[in-house]
């Protein structure tokens, strides 16, 4: 079993930034693979970032790429995702998951197994 909690979250202008976290619980946290997944208002979760066990391999999608960073902490057992250059449509609900098993798919959500309870994260314009 992982537990999950999320933090970070708030609002902020266009342009800004802000720093996401998720704490981690439970299983060895090196042993996993951690990803950042969002949900807009009316719109499907869709995949942002992830991050391998060690932190050397990383995925972003396309819409964040070059504006966002996903890191790890290992010894504090903690994900982050710096977001830098926000944009009005970066406004959702972001979630940490963890891949205990290891799928290929790192995009897609069913890859993993565990979820936390999201935090919303507002860009006003």
């Known amino acids: 079993q992982v537990q999950l909690v999320e933090s970070g979250g708030g609002l902020v202008l266009a342009g800004g930034s802000l720093r996401l976290s998720c704490a981690a619980s439970g299983r060895t946290f090196s042993s996993y693979a951690m990803g950042w997944f969002r949900r807009a208002p009316e719109k499907e979760r869709e995949f942002v970032a992830r991050?391998?066990?060690?932190?050397?391999?990383?995925y972003y999608a396309d819409s964040v790429k070059g504006r966002f960073t996903i890191s790890r902490d290992n010894a504090k057992n903690t994900v982050y995702l710096q977001m830098n250059s926000l944009k009005p449509e970066d406004t959702a609900v972001y979630f940490c998951?963890?891949?205990?098993?290891?799928?290929?798919?790192?995009?897609?959500?069913?890859?993993?197994?565990?979820w936390g309870q999201g935090t919303q994260v507002t860009v006003s314009s």
């Open positions: 998951a963890a891949d205990v098993e290891y799928s290929a798919s790192y995009y897609a959500a069913v890859a993993y197994e565990y």
């Open positions: 991050i391998s066990r060690s932190g050397v391999t990383k």
